[in-house]
């Protein structure tokens, strides 16, 4: 079986979720003696597809360009990977992000994953938001098979999409294997002595930043014993460094940091506990990273969370600060709560893998064709 992933989202993002389930999905493909699988990004922008080696149809990583040249360079690379996938003639194309433009090679079946629907249940919040929504409907009702990371997702595929119920199959992500507890090495040059509870990823709208914010500053215990660390997403912005003035918080206690995966798994591993107040999530990485790392899990109660987290987590209601201020602090000042999320945290952990998504995305392909 001959299997193609587009160019798409590797022309979107430097890094990224979406591309690296696609890496670590055709990383595991690759492995199958029978499979001939091949990420076709003639010219893109991706730095996880560095760990493809052997993987790759063709491909050169591209610095970053005036938008002028951006879009050249996009539309380029879309008719050189037409080219190539026509000429490889896959049995399956796998697209991996949303668009209206309509291009099968003959006798390819098409496969879409779709992750969430931010931009559909928050429209608000994104100035553009109708163009990836319009996009999506329209890659996912011609696709042959759509497949949805959570089962949180797969009822909002229908909804907002309308596709079939029989047109569309979850299989779960996973978390990376740098992040298991006995693969993390220390960084000396990572120094951090104050106890800290830890955030990771984009900080803005409905992930929920200000709320943790505002209910970690309703506690004058935790105000008092613990920092806040924020992986990712980049420097506080001036919006943020003054709500942290406004809420009574010292500006060295919300720290920003940033770097590689290995910095972020000793976060993880280092962190008294991970607080995840997202609003909402297609399926949310960033748990089963902590859980794999030996850290208590603190989560929003809402969307595909507690199919992810499962028994592994304490929740609460991520518009409500006081539920929120309660369950860290129930977490935070009590040991043996902290013992029993990590070892649920690591049972729950072991039922994701890249394996276990492979295969089974590997089912649906075979059921196609």
């Known amino acids: 079986m001959k299997i193609s992933f587009d160019q798409q989202v590797f022309l979107l993002q430097e890094y990224g979720g979406i591309s690296r389930y696609f890496c670590s999905l055709a990383k595991e493909l690759n492995q199958k003696s029978d499979l001939d699988t091949r990420v076709i990004a003639p ?24 938008p002028k040249l951006m879009r050249i360079a996009m539309e380029t690379s879309k008719y050189a990977a037409r080219y190539a996938i026509k000429k490889f003639a896959p049995d399956i194309l796998h697209e991996t992000y949303f668009t209206c ?3 099968q090679p003959n006798g390819t079946k098409r ?43 797969r009822r909002d595929l229908i ?58 500053s309703c506690s004058s215990r935790l105000k008092a014993d613990f920092d806040i660390i924020c992986f990712g997403g980049g420097p506080l912005n001036k919006k943020e460094i003054n709500l942290i003035s406004e809420c009574g918080l010292r500006s060295d206690q919300v720290i920003h940091i940033g770097g590689a995966d290995s910095i972020l798994a000793q976060l993880y ?11 909402y999530e297609g399926f949310g990485i960033p748990p089963l990273e902590a859980m794999a790392a030996g850290c208590p899990v603190v989560s929003s109660n809402t969307s595909s969370l507690p199919e992810v987290v499962g028994q592994a987590g304490e929740y609460f209601d991520p518009n409500n600060s006081e539920t929120m201020k309660e369950a860290m602090e129930h977490v935070l000042y009590s040991e043996t709560r902290r013992k029993e999320l990590i ?19 590997l089912t649906i392909y075979r059921n196609l064709i």
Not at 43 to 66: D, E, Q, Y
Not at 161 to 188: H, M, Q, W
Not at 344 to 354: D, N, P, V
């Open 101 to 103: 433009d309509d291009y």
């Open 343 to 361: 070892t649920l945290g690591h049972r729950q952990e072991a039922k994701f893998s890249w394996e276990k998504c492979a295969n089974e995305t």
């Open 159 to 216: 909804e907002y999409c309308g596709v079939p119920e029989d047109k569309i199959s979850v299989t779960y992500l996973a978390a990376d294997e740098c992040f298991r507890l006995e693969n993390i090495v220390s960084d000396p040059e990572l120094k951090i002595t104050a106890p800290y509870v830890l955030f990771v990823g984009s900080r803005g709208g409905y992930k929920n930043f200000e709320g943790l914010v505002q209910a970690f």
């Open 43 to 66: 010219l893109h922008f991706n730095r996880n597809l560095s760990t493809l080696k052997g993987v790759l149809g063709a491909g050169c990583l591209m610095p970053k360009l005036h």
């Open 111 to 153: 496969v879409l994953t779709v992750y969430d629907f931010i931009h559909e249940r928050y429209a608000d919040l994104f100035e553009h938001s109708h163009m990836t929504s319009g996009p999506k409907k329209a890659a996912a009702l011609r696709a042959d098979h759509v497949i949805s990371i959570s089962e949180s997702t």
């Open 269 to 279: 591993r280092d962190a008294a506990a991970f607080v995840y107040p997202s609003m």
